[in-house]
């Protein structure tokens, strides 16, 4: 069934257009609908409005050219994150895959503003149908959610269909295992060769992300003042990028846990600043699957359960949290954005200096007469 200025598309979601043109500004308006009666009602009030002159037809983008304007923006730069620093590739290409595989298919094709908070929620239904995980199913709303900001702040909307969307919720996967300082050691003990060891002990000792370590240099490492300087970051595709935040670009302590490892692989290396510390024979940056392999191997060898290097930097700033009383100290030392990202994660392992506190305020109370 059709008549003039409705019919129906090939959409699982609301496969009916209406569309109505406006003679003045020479534009088409369409939009789609769940059904006909709708489209229909829809159409009718519109032509009204339009040969009134009480609307005229402006054009708003459909959702597909929103999301490939914004890839566009984040790519040259034009679009720059939140903190104002430019995206890195590895967000861009994890955005532009997610629009492609969760969201451009089923609802790329409807303008912007007809997106509506009831269409996000269908569309998440549909996500868990197709059996995706909840944190997947979140994810897949994250381009979404900076689309529809910008078209809030463009005038293109009124109000975001996204505030207060209530999506699956899921555990990412705990890393609740805490290694004290002795399995630790015993750890970087099972390993044989002497760049692994470095490696593994810069990942405990020092709690370096995955990009950093790739990334680092011996020209930002000073053992004779025992400082590690991290000042660069590597994406997947070997790209050399600054830290995920500006907090990441900090300065370490060389602990004597540290310093060993390090000395024994720069004396076998040829001395050259520029080089990657965790380079390959060729100097090229380490791959992350086969060095967790080797190590994991060894470790099970052992009768280690093994870890990631991302579980290493997560129990060396567990270490961090037990060891400092500053939460502010343990989030510079973690490169962590936020003092509540610490708290949260690390909070309940921290010593805040409870019994010096109590004994603080005593002093305080009896010396004012308490």
């Known amino acids: 069934m059709s008549e003039p200025g409705i019919r129906r598309v090939d959409r699982s979601v609301k496969p009916w257009q209406a569309e109505v043109f406006d003679q003045r500004t020479r534009r088409r308006r369409r939009k789609h609908f769940r059904t006909l009666a709708e489209a229909r009602a829809w159409r009718r009030e519109a032509q009204t409005a339009v040969q009134q002159g009480t609307v005229r037809i402006t054009t708003t983008p459909s959702l597909r050219d929103a999301c490939a304007a914004l890839i566009e923006g984040m790519e040259s730069g034009a679009i720059p994150a939140r903190g104002g620093q430019p995206y890195r590739a590895a967000v861009i290409r994890k955005y532009a895959s997610t629009l492609r595989l969760y969201v451009l298919d089923d609802l790329g094709a409807l303008s912007v503003n007809e997106v509506t908070h009831v269409d996000l929620l269908d569309h998440a239904d549909r996500l868990r149908a197709r059996g995706l995980a909840p944190n997947t199913v979140r994810r897949a709303f994250d381009p979404l959610r900076v689309v529809m900001r910008r078209a809030v702040q463009r005038g293109w909307i009124g109000a975001n269909p996204c505030t207060g969307l209530e999506l699956p919720t899921g555990m990412v996967r705990p890393r609740d295992r805490v290694l004290d300082p002795s399995e ?148 510079a030392l973690a490169g962590h954005a936020s003092i509540v990202m610490t708290l949260d994660r690390y909070g309940k392992h921290m010593n805040l200096g409870t019994d010096e506190a109590a004994a603080e305020v005593t002093r305080f109370l009896e010396k004012h007469g308490g």
């Open 184 to 331: 630790i050691a015993e750890m970087i003990d099972a390993l044989t060769d002497v760049r692994d060891r470095a490696l593994w002990a810069c990942a405990f000792h020092a709690g370096l992300r995955f990009g950093e370590l790739r990334a680092l240099r011996w020209e930002h490492i000073d053992l004779v003042g025992s400082r590690l300087h991290v000042r660069e970051s590597m994406d997947d595709k070997k790209a050399i990028t600054t830290p995920k935040t500006k907090a990441g670009v900090r300065t370490l302590p060389i602990t004597l846990h540290l310093r060993k490892p390090l000395l024994q692989l720069r004396a076998e290396r040829d001395g050259d600043p520029a080089a990657y510390v965790f380079g390959d024979s060729r100097g090229r940056p380490f791959a992350n699957y086969s060095t967790t392999r080797k190590a994991q191997e060894a470790w099970r060898a052992a009768g280690i359960a093994p870890v990631s290097l991302h579980e290493a930097r997560h129990a060396c700033i567990t270490i961090w949290a037990q060891a400092i009383a500053n939460p502010k100290r343990v989030q």
